[in-house]
């Protein structure tokens, strides 16, 4: 069973760009949350996806948005970027419909703002 | 709100050493705890979890127990080895939003063993 994508690995842009992060999760699951990462402020919630509604929002501006299709894939974006917006961007998969459940993480999308 | 403190790293320990890496939380509810381990370019793994107070979670030879009354769910194992090298996270869920992807999560515990 394949395990939680993320594309791109890595990504450069400079101040005031916009950003596109996608997140395929593992068959069958339909939740799909997201996380930042940065050394500073640790592993920070961003928002959770469940059957292609927004059921939870972290404490982000509203520059960080995100959607999920109907196969359950999902995209983050982040406009006008700040450098406080370079971090590791994790999404994280799961079934969404037990409580306490395991979420399997993707290896993260590596943002560098310049 | 809820929050987790785990004690700062890093922590570096020779191998078959024994191992404490301290977590304590603070949560209006009932929550239930995690810990992930975060190996060198890969994402998270949940490594062990516990739901309800006095669970002890376990699993590769790493525990840890559910303490309610001190607010604590401290990671041990009794000896580690090199490949246990990693960054580990303590976390908790938030029950009152009611949902499953949302953790809260500390700020991680670096731990490095040398051979």
């Known amino acids: 069973k394949a395990g939680v994508t993320q594309t791109p690995r890595y990504l450069i842009k400079t101040r005031g760009q916009q950003v596109t992060l996608s997140c395929s999760p593992i068959?069958?699951?339909?939740?799909v949350s997201w996380y930042q990462q940065t050394p500073g402020q640790g592993l920070q919630f961003l928002f959770e996806?469940?059957?292609?509604?927004?059921?939870n929002k972290g404490n982000f501006p509203g520059r960080f948005s995100g959607r999920q299709f109907s196969n359950s894939r999902s995209e983050m974006n982040v406009s006008t970027l700040e450098l406080g917006d370079s971090a590791l961007y994790l999404c994280?998969?799961?079934?969404?419909?037990?409580?306490?459940?395991?979420?399997?993480f993707g290896s993260g999308t590596q943002l560098s703002v310049l | 709100g809820d929050s987790v403190t785990q004690m700062e790293g890093p922590v570096t320990l020779s191998e078959e050493a024994f191992l404490t890496i301290n977590c304590t939380y603070t949560?209006?509810?009932?929550?239930?705890l995690f810990w992930y381990v975060q190996y060198p370019g890969e994402g998270l793994q949940l490594l062990l979890k516990?739901?309800?107070?006095?669970d002890k979670g376990s699993n590769k030879g790493f525990e840890a127990t559910y303490r309610k009354e001190t607010t604590s769910f401290h990671l041990e194992k009794g000896s580690v080895q090199v490949s246990d090298s990693a960054v580990y996270f303590c976390?908790?869920?938030?029950?009152?939003?009611?949902?499953?992807?949302?953790?809260?999560f500390g700020q991680g515990t670096t731990l490095q063993v040398k051979p």
């Open positions: 994280a998969s799961s079934t969404g419909v037990k409580t306490n459940e395991k979420l399997f």
């Open positions: 068959s069958g699951h339909r939740s």
């Open positions: 516990a739901t309800k107070a006095d």
């Open positions: 976390a908790l869920s938030d029950e009152g939003s009611g949902n499953t992807g949302k953790l809260i």
């Open positions: 949560a209006t509810g009932y929550p239930s």
């Open positions: 996806y469940f059957s292609e509604t927004q059921r």
